[in-house]
C-alpha cells in the first residue's frame, strides 16, 4: 500500500544576515515523519517550495526545489529564497499583498512530490518587507509619478486642434478652387495674352504662328469634297504592274491582270472584266448543266448537287427550287458572293440550303447562263425528314430494392424530339424520369434509358417510353417490374449475393475482409454441429465453432465479433454460401463491388477434425479442403493441403 507522507512543520524563526545589503531569503524549519507519526531520521528528502499570492489557492509568484538530509531528529533546515528556481525572489513586493507558503515533499529525495500543506506568511520577513518600502517617495516633485502634464504654451503642444478653416469659425476662406473663383476675365486678351488673333476662326480650324502671334491657317490643298463627289478621286491598286488595268467596283478600284496575246477582254454576269480566250468567240456554245442527286436531306435542310461546263465563257450558276416544278425560290451557287464559273471542263456545284418544311417533296435544278445564252438542267425531286417518332419500351435492367433502369428505343425522325418514362404502380403512371439521352436527333433508333429510385420493395410498378416532337407525342407500350433486391446491390450492411425464392430475403457479404491471414482453429479437435455446408447453415456453424473454439482471431470469432455497418449478426458463412459469394458476385465480375480477389477464402464448413472447406476463387471453382493434423495430408480432392494455413475470411449475414 502507498503510504501518506506527513510533514509536521513549523516555523522556527526567520533569520537574517546582518550585513548593508538586504538579505533575499530566510530560513524554514520543519520535521518530517511518515503516516504513523515516525520521525524520518538521517535520509535524504527533496521539498518544493511555493509563494502563493492572495490565498491558498492564489497564483503562485515564486516557486523553488530543495534536496536535503533529516538530521538524528528527522529536523531539516531550508533557506527558502536560495533553492533551485527559474524565478525571481527579489521580484516578490511583501507589502502589496498578503502571501501564502505552500510545502510539498518527496520523502524519497526524487521529484514526486506529496503536498503537506499551505499556511499564510502573517509576519512578512523584516528586512523583505523594509527593501520593498525603501522605495518610498523621496519628497521630490520629479520622483512622483504620474504627475499631470502642464501646458508649455507652444501651439504643438495643444490638443484636439480644428483640421478644416471651419473649425476656427471662418466661413468666407477661399477653397482653392477655380470654379470659386469671381470676376474672372471672359477673353484671352482680359489674361494678358496678346499673341493670338482669332479672327474668322471657326470649329475644326487650324492656326499658324507667324512669328508674332498665331492667326487662323488656311492650307493650300483640298481638306473637302469640292464637287460633291467622292467616287471621282481614283485610288488605283498599290499592287499594280505595267499592262495591268483597273475597274471600279461600286466602291474601290480593282486591278485587272494583264492578258495574253490573242484573248479579249469581255465582262462576265456579274459584270466584273476578265481576260477570255479569242477562240471560245469563233464558236460560242451555252453552258452544259445537270443536276445531280440531292445530299444531306434533312428535316429542314439539303445539299443539292450538278456539273456546270462554262464552255469558256464565265458562266453564273444558280438552283432554283420549290415544291413545285414552278420552283419559286433561287439561290446562287456562292450565295451573295455569287461565285461564277470558267473553264471548258465540268466542274462539281453544290450549295446547302436550310429553311425547308419537314417531311415534304421538293423539286429543284440548275440554271447557268454566260455570254452565249441561258440553259437548264433536268427536274430533280427530294423529300425532307421529318414524322413523330417511333418508340419501343424494353424490359427494366438493375433492378434493386429501391430503384431500376429503364430502358427503351427512340427514332425522331428527323425532328428535335425529347424523350422521358413515365412510371407508376399502376398504368396511371403518376411519376416521369427524363432519359439520359433526351433530347434525341436523327432517323434512326436510339437507346434511351433513365434510372429511377425511391421504390418500395416488393412493389410492381408499370412504366412506358414517351417521346415528343413537332409531329406528335407517341407513348411505348405499358411494361412492368417488381421491386427486389439485386444481386450486387449495396443495403443490409454489404453486397448482396444471394435471394431466396421469395424475392425478399437472401445474403450480403462485408464490404472488405475482416482477415487475410486468419486460421479456421483447434486443429484436431471436432467441433459438434459446425458440419453445416448448405444454405442457411453458416451462422449455426459459426455459433458452434466459436462455442467449442476458445482460440483467438479464428475466423468464425472475427465474423461473430464483427460489428459493421450497424449490424452486429455477422457470420462465417457455410461452403455453399460462400460457393453463392464466388459463383453471383466474382465470376458475375462483380468482385470489385466487395474487393474480393482471387484468394482463399475459409468457409464455417468443417469437414472432419483436421479439415475445413474452402474456396480459392482465383484457381478452383469448386469447394475445397485444409487440413493435416500430423504432417501433411491430402485434401478432398486429392491435391496436397497444409496442416495449419491461414486464408482470408469474408463474413456474411441474413436479411
Same mark, same amino acid.
Request: hydrophobic letters at 35%.
Given at each position: 500500500m502507498k503510504k501518506t507522507i506527513l510533514l509536521i512543520v513549523s516555523i522556527i524563526f526567520y533569520c537574517f544576515h546582518s550585513t548593508a545589503q538586504v538579505p533575499q531569503s530566510f530560513k524554514y524549519q520543519a520535521v518530517a515523519r511518515d503516516a504513523s507519526g515516525e520521525v524520518i531520521a538521517d535520509q535524504k528528502v527533496s521539498f518544493q517550495i511555493s509563494i502563493l499570492q492572495s490565498s491558498e489557492t492564489g497564483t503562485s509568484v515564486y516557486s523553488e526545489t530543495h534536496v536535503d538530509s533529516t538530521n538524528q531528529f528527522g529536523l531539516v533546515t531550508l533557506e527558502i529564497g536560495t533553492g533551485t528556481t527559474t524565478d525571481d525572489f527579489t521580484a516578490i513586493d511583501w507589502g502589496n499583498d498578503a502571501y501564502f507558503i505552500q510545502i510539498e515533499m518527496d520523502a524519497t529525495g526524487g521529484t514526486s512530490y506529496t503536498l503537506i500543506g499551505t499556511s499564510q506568511l502573517l509576519s512578512v520577513p523584516y528586512a523583505l518587507y523594509a527593501k520593498s518600502a525603501g522605495n518610498g517617495f523621496s519628497g521630490s516633485y520629479n520622483d512622483l509619478t504620474n504627475k499631470p502634464t502642464l501646458f508649455d504654451s507652444t501651439w504643438t503642444s495643444i490638443t484636439e486642434k480644428p483640421t478644416t478653416i471651419e473649425g476656427y469659425g471662418i466661413t468666407d476662406a477661399f477653397n482653392g478652387t477655380w470654379v470659386s473663383l469671381t470676376g474672372k476675365p471672359t477673353t484671352i486678351a482680359g489674361y494678358g495674352i496678346t499673341d493670338f488673333d482669332f479672327t474668322g476662326v471657326t470649329t475644326n480650324d487650324l492656326l499658324k504662328f507667324d512669328g508674332t502671334k498665331w492667326t487662323k491657317f488656311t492650307p493650300n490643298y483640298l481638306t473637302s469634297e469640292v464637287d460633291g463627289s467622292v467616287t471621282n478621286e481614283?485610288?488605283?491598286?498599290?499592287?499594280?504592274?505595267?499592262?495591268?488595268?483597273?475597274?471600279?467596283?461600286?466602291?474601290?478600284?480593282?486591278?485587272?491582270?494583264?492578258?495574253?496575246?490573242?484573248?479579249?477582254?469581255?465582262?462576265?454576269?456579274?459584270?466584273?472584266? =476578265?481576260?477570255?480566250?479569242?477562240?471560245?468567240?469563233? $464558236?460560242?456554245?451555252?453552258?452544259?448543266? #445537270?443536276?445531280?442527286?440531292?445530299?444531306?436531306? *434533312?428535316?429542314?435542310?439539303?445539299?443539292?448537287?450538278?456539273?456546270?461546263?462554262? $464552255?469558256?465563257?464565265?458562266?453564273?450558276?444558280?438552283?432554283?427550287?420549290?415544291?413545285?416544278?414552278? =420552283?419559286?425560290?433561287?439561290?446562287?451557287?456562292?450565295?451573295?458572293?455569287?461565285?461564277?464559273?470558267?473553264?471548258n471542263t465540268n466542274t462539281n456545284v453544290s450549295e446547302n440550303i436550310n429553311a425547308l418544311l419537314a417531311n415534304t417533296e421538293y423539286h429543284f435544278r440548275l440554271k447557268t447562263s454566260n455570254a452565249v445564252g441561258v440553259t437548264y438542267s433536268d427536274d430533280l425531286t427530294f423529300t425532307t425528314s421529318g414524322a413523330a417518332p417511333?418508340? #419501343?419500351?424494353?424490359?427494366?435492367?438493375?433492378?434493386?430494392?429501391?430503384?431500376?433502369?429503364?430502358?427503351?428505343?427512340?427514332?425522331? $425522325?428527323?425532328?428535335?424530339?425529347?424523350?422521358?418514362?413515365?412510371?407508376?404502380?399502376?398504368?396511371? =403512371?403518376?411519376?416521369?424520369?427524363?432519359?439520359?439521352?433526351?433530347?434525341?436527333?436523327?432517323?434512326?433508333?436510339?437507346?434511351?434509358?433513365?434510372?429511377?429510385t425511391g421504390l418500395t420493395l416488393g412493389t410492381t410498378y408499370h412504366f412506358r417510353v414517351k417521346a415528343v416532337n413537332a409531329l406528335g407525342t407517341i407513348y411505348g407500350s405499358d411494361m412492368t417490374f417488381i421491386a427486389a433486391y439485386g444481386i450486387g446491390e449495396n443495403?443490409?450492411?454489404?453486397?448482396?449475393?444471394?435471394?431466396?425464392? #421469395?424475392? *425478399?430475403?437472401?445474403?450480403?457479404?462485408?464490404?472488405?475482409?475482416?482477415?487475410?491471414?486468419?486460421?479456421?482453429?483447434?486443429?484436431?479437435? *471436432?467441433?459438434?454441429?459446425?458440419?453445416g455446408i448448405a444454405v442457411?447453415?453458416?451462422?449455426?456453424?459459426?455459433?458452434?465453432?466459436?462455442?467449442?473454439?476458445?482460440?483467438?482471431?479464428?475466423?468464425?470469432?472475427?465474423? $461473430?465479433? *464483427?460489428?459493421?455497418?450497424? =449490424?452486429?449478426?455477422?457470420?462465417?458463412?457455410?461452403?455453399?454460401?460462400l460457393g453463392l459469394m464466388y459463383t453471383n458476385l466474382y465470376l458475375n465480375e462483380l468482385g470489385h463491388l466487395g474487393g474480393l480477389e482471387s484468394y482463399s477464402y475459409y468457409s464455417s464448413s468443417e469437414y472432419n477434425s483436421d479439415w475445413a472447406w474452402f474456396y480459392n476463387f482465383g484457381i478452383y471453382s469448386h469447394p475445397r479442403c485444409y487440413g493435416g493434423a500430423q504432417g501433411e495430408g491430402a485434401n478432398k480432392d486429392g491435391y496436397d493441403g497444409v496442416i495449419y494455413k491461414p486464408s482470408h475470411v469474408r463474413a456474411v449475414r441474413a436479411f
Open positions: 481614283i485610288e488605283m491598286p498599290t499592287n499594280a504592274v505595267a499592262g495591268d488595268m483597273s475597274y471600279f467596283d461600286g466602291t474601290n478600284w480593282i486591278r485587272v491582270p494583264k492578258g495574253t496575246v490573242g484573248q479579249i477582254l469581255t465582262m462576265d454576269a456579274t459584270n466584273v472584266p =476578265y481576260w477570255q480566250n479569242g477562240s471560245a468567240f469563233s $464558236n460560242p456554245i451555252a453552258p452544259t448543266a #445537270t443536276a445531280l442527286a440531292a445530299s444531306n436531306v *434533312l428535316m429542314n435542310s439539303v445539299t443539292f448537287n450538278g456539273t456546270v461546263n462554262a $464552255n469558256g465563257f464565265s458562266t453564273m450558276v444558280q438552283f432554283e427550287y420549290g415544291t413545285t416544278i414552278e =420552283y419559286g425560290s433561287i439561290v446562287d451557287l456562292g450565295g451573295t458572293n455569287r461565285t461564277p464559273v470558267i473553264g417511333t418508340v #419501343t419500351s424494353l424490359a427494366a435492367t438493375s433492378i434493386i430494392s429501391v430503384g431500376a433502369k429503364l430502358n427503351g428505343t427512340v427514332n425522331a $425522325n428527323g425532328f428535335n424530339t425529347t424523350v422521358s418514362f413515365d412510371y407508376g404502380t399502376n398504368t396511371g =403512371y403518376g411519376s416521369s424520369a427524363t432519359a439520359t439521352q433526351s433530347s434525341v436527333t436523327g432517323n434512326t433508333d436510339t437507346d434511351v434509358e433513365a434510372t429511377i443495403i443490409n450492411g454489404g453486397f448482396v449475393f444471394y435471394i431466396d425464392g #421469395t424475392d *425478399l430475403h437472401g445474403l450480403v457479404c462485408a464490404p472488405t475482409d475482416q482477415s487475410t491471414g486468419a486460421i479456421w482453429g483447434c486443429i484436431g479437435t *471436432l467441433i459438434t454441429g459446425a458440419d442457411g447453415t453458416g451462422n449455426q456453424n459459426t455459433i458452434d465453432i466459436v462455442n467449442g473454439c476458445s482460440t483467438a482471431g479464428i475466423a468464425a470469432r472475427l465474423c $461473430n465479433d *464483427l460489428d459493421l455497418n450497424g =449490424y452486429t449478426d455477422w457470420f462465417l458463412p457455410s461452403i455453399d454460401e
